[in-house]
C-alpha cells in the first residue's frame, strides 16, 4: 500500500480501530520506530510512510508505518509530560488503528483508493509510483506534443525536448513520448518551471510549449500544509488534508484540455547534435572522469562543474543535467 492510498483510506475511515499500548523498539538515534509488539505477535517496520505530531505543541510522536507483512498501522507516542526544552518527559506507545486491506474492502473501495484517474493513466502511474498534479500536467504536456507532431507519431519524430524542470512530469514523457534521458531526446534545464521546448525532426518549426498560470481557490491553505510538512510540523489531520487538496488538483487538472493549460508559441528550430559515443576527461582537482560534453577548460585545466564551483567563488551553481 502506498502512502497515498493509506491517506485516503484514513480518510474514508477504512479502518479497524485498535487502541491499545504496545511495546515499542525504537531508534532513539534515527527517531523512528523499528519493530512493536501486539498480542504477542511482533511487527518489524519495513517503512515509515508519514511522520507528525498529534498535537501542534508537540515533538514527532507519531508514525504511520507499513510491516514488512505489508500491514499499515498508525503508533503514536502518548505524552504525558515535557520537559521545558519540549523533550518527552514520559509517556507510553498506543497502537491506534490498522488499515483494512484489500481483501477486507468491497472492491469499489479497493479501486477508489488506489486510483483516483482513469485507466488510461495507469501505466504511467505504475511507472512513477502515485498519481501527483506534476504528473498529470506531464500527461498533458504529451497531448500538446502528440498533436503538434507529423501523424507518424511522437516516438519517431521528436528530435529532442528541452524541459525546464525535474518533476514527475518527466516521467509521463519518458513513457508517453519515447523521449528519455537515455537516448538523449530529453534534456533538462531545471528552472523549476512546466515550460518546454520540443524539436521535431521533420519540420522547420519548433515549439514552445508554457504552462498558463492556474488559479486554485485553496492555493493558500495548499501552501501552508505544503511549509508544514516541509518543516515537519504537520499533525494527522492536515496530513490526510493535503492529500485531498492534492487529489482535487489532480481531478481538477484532468478535466482541463491541454489548451487550457498550455500555450504554444512557435520557434526557430536549431540544429542538434546527433546521439554520439560518450568521451571521459579527468578533472585535475578530483581526479574523476567527466563527459567532455559536461567538462570545463579552466587556465589550461580541466574541471568537472563541481570542482570549478569550489574553486571559483563567483560561479554561482545551477541544476543543469
Known amino acids: 500500500m502506498h502512502r497515498e492510498e493509506a491517506l485516503r483510506a484514513i480518510n474514508e475511515d477504512q479502518l479497524d480501530y485498535i487502541q491499545k499500548p504496545v511495546s515499542v523498539d525504537f531508534d532513539t538515534a534515527g527517531g523512528f520506530p523499528l519493530s512493536f509488539t501486539h498480542c504477542g505477535e511482533k511487527h518489524v517496520v519495513g517503512e515509515i510512510l508519514a511522520q507528525f505530531r498529534t498535537a501542534k505543541s508537540y515533538p514527532i510522536n507519531a508514525f504511520l508505518v507499513r510491516t514488512a507483512g505489508d500491514l499499515v498501522f498508525l503508533i503514536y507516542f502518548q505524552i504525558k509530560g515535557l520537559s521545558r526544552h519540549r523533550s518527552i518527559h514520559q509517556g507510553s506507545w498506543v497502537l491506534s488503528f490498522r488499515i483494512l486491506h484489500d481483501y477486507e474492502l468491497m472492491a ?112 493558500d491553505l495548499y501552501q501552508r500544509l505544503s511549509g508544514k510538512m516541509l518543516g515537519n510540523t504537520i499533525v494527522m489531520d ?47 582537482r578530483c581526479g574523476e572522469q567527466v563527459l567532455a560534453s559536461h567538462a570545463i577548460e579552466r587556465r589550461n585545466a580541466v574541471y568537472c562543474l563541481s570542482c570549478l564551483q569550489r574553486t571559483n567563488a563567483g560561479c554561482r551553481s545551477y541544476r543543469l543535467h
Open 108 to 219: 469499489f473501495y479497493r479501486r477508489e483508493r488506489k486510483m483516483i484517474v482513469n485507466m488510461a493513466l495507469k501505466r504511467i502511474a505504475d511507472f512513477h509510483g502515485h498519481v501527483c498534479p506534476d504528473l498529470v500536467l506531464g500527461c498533458k504536456l504529451c497531448e500538446v506534443v502528440q498533436n503538434l507532431l507529423p501523424f507518424n507519431g511522437p516516438t519517431n519524430g521528436i528530435a529532442a525536448i528541452i524541459a525546464e524542470n525535474s518533476t514527475s512530469a518527466l516521467d509521463a514523457i519518458q513513457i508517453l513520448l519515447g523521449a528519455t534521458l537515455g537516448n538523449q531526446r530529453l534534456k533538462i534545464m531545471d528552472l523549476g518551471k512546466h515550460n518546454y521546448t520540443v524539436i521535431p525532426k521533420s519540420e522547420a518549426t519548433g515549439y514552445r510549449v508554457r504552462m498558463k498560470s492556474q488559479d486554485y481557490d485553496d492555493e
Open 238 to 284: 492536515e496530513v490526510v488534508k493535503l492529500q485531498i487538496l492534492l487529489d482535487e488538483r489532480v481531478k481538477y487538472l484532468l478535466r482541463q484540455p491541454p489548451e487550457a493549460l498550455f500555450e504554444i508559441e512557435p520557434i526557430q528550430k536549431e540544429a542538434q547534435l546527433a546521439e554520439g559515443p560518450s568521451v571521459y576527461l579527468t578533472c585535475c
